[in-house]
């Protein structure tokens, strides 16, 4: 028998709205070419640059508290959005540097990414980051330890299940919570698109709001009868088009007409699971 997370103030469910605000640096991760190919560069500069301030008045209007998961390149040329982000109770977590692949990285090199971004983010925002999300790819134990090490409270990465859990290094439980995310609750996979270099690999995307509507609504009844942790990830630079800006709304809108939904950023979701749970 599946036994139910039990949520505060005996809510149904959780939601964990997500914004990865990868702005360039997702394109220079690809292909380093990139950097010589100023139109490419410009599909992330929409996120931080044009949806960005339509995301946050959004928000402000249906009263939720989101996570920006931001990596340090974007937070440095873009500080308004973190800054405004932060000023309005948003949080502001961990996103790589430069969108790396911290699963094709030494302890080293992850360690500095950890040390500049961590910085750069305290610094506009003067709180303490507690969220890590994967930017590309995958992780290694050495991540987890750099997240321990820096005081982070959980991660939001893995796929393999619909529950926060308490993360275990070689059988030894850690303080940290994982916080599961999952593809076709991810905008990118939908509108993620470019020709030259091809984002995806076999062409054909860019879907109609609808398809990823009833996916994302199907999923939440799903997640709703079972009384589960619904995380969605969205990105600034698809999202923040004019026209998905009018489906983010109504998905929020289907979302809302849910009582008892437990609307909560990432630390917050961390910080009860781990009280109540370890
Ligand atoms: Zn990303």
Partial sequence: MEKPVEWPNGARMAFMLSFDVDGESLWLALDPENARRPKVLSLGTYGPLRGMPRILDLLEEFSIKATFFYPGYTAEKYPEGVREASKRGHEIAFHGYLHENFGNLDEKKQREIFNKTTK???????????????????????????MEEFGFTYSSSMRGDDRPYQIQIDGR????????????????????????????????????????????????????KYGLMYVIMFHPQVIGKPGRMLFLRNFLEFVKTYPDVWFARGEDIAGHYAQRYF
Wanted: aromatic share 16%; glycine share 8%.
């Fill in 120 to 146: 750069i983010l305290e610094d506009i925002t003067g709180l303490k980051v507690k969220g890590f999300r994967t930017p590309a790819g995958d992780l290694t134990k050495d991540t987890l330890k750099l």
């Fill in 173 to 224: 439980k850690t303080n940290l919570v994982e916080l599961p995310a999952h593809w076709e609750l991810d905008d990118f996979p939908y509108f993620g698109f470019n020709f030259t270099p091809p984002v995806p690999h076999g062409q054909c995307r860019i879907s109609p709001t609808d398809v990823p509507f009833k996916i994302f609504t199907e999923e939440f009844k799903g997640y709703y």
